[in-house]
């Protein structure tokens, strides 16, 4: 069984910095894409990051980019999203994804494209 597992969410305030850790557990397998994705009350999943294996290629939705960046450690099996200049739009819960396939311009900003998820972790902005 593959897990991924996030943590770091909480409430924060406007302006403010947070960051999300994910996890991966289990049996072995190669995550060659990892990603954040958000869903917000009522909304659709919203993709949010993506990251090649390497580290060398990264991906990020519109509404984040310039304030948030995602990282890996593969030592650790883990990937993390540095959230900055924290917005109440980005509440949401945040969501972990990994697949085997190799990164994709246009395929990876998809939640179709990514096999496993984690269980989400709550990231609550507000005054």
């Known amino acids: 069984q593959v897990q991924l597992v996030e943590s770091g969410g909480g409430p924060v305030q406007p302006g403010e910095s947070l960051r999300l850790s994910c996890a991966t557990s289990?049996?072995?397998?190669?995550?060659?894409?990892m990603a954040w994705f958000r869903q917000a009350p009522g909304k659709e999943r919203e993709f949010v990051a993506a990251?090649?294996?390497?580290?060398?290629?990264?991906l990020f939705g519109d509404a984040v980019k310039g304030r948030f960046t995602i990282s890996r450690d593969n030592g650790k099996n883990t990937v993390y999203l540095q959230m900055n200049n924290l917005k109440p739009e980005d509440t949401a819960v945040y969501y972990c994804?990994?697949?085997?396939?190799?990164?994709?311009?246009?395929?990876?900003?998809?939640?179709?494209?990514?096999?496993?998820w984690g269980q989400g972790t709550r990231v609550t902005v507000s005054s």
């Open positions: 994804g990994a697949d085997e396939d190799l990164l994709n311009l246009q395929r990876s900003r998809t939640v179709a494209f990514y096999d496993y």
């Open positions: 289990g049996r072995t397998v190669s995550f060659n894409t």
């Open positions: 990251i090649s294996r390497s580290g060398a290629a990264t």
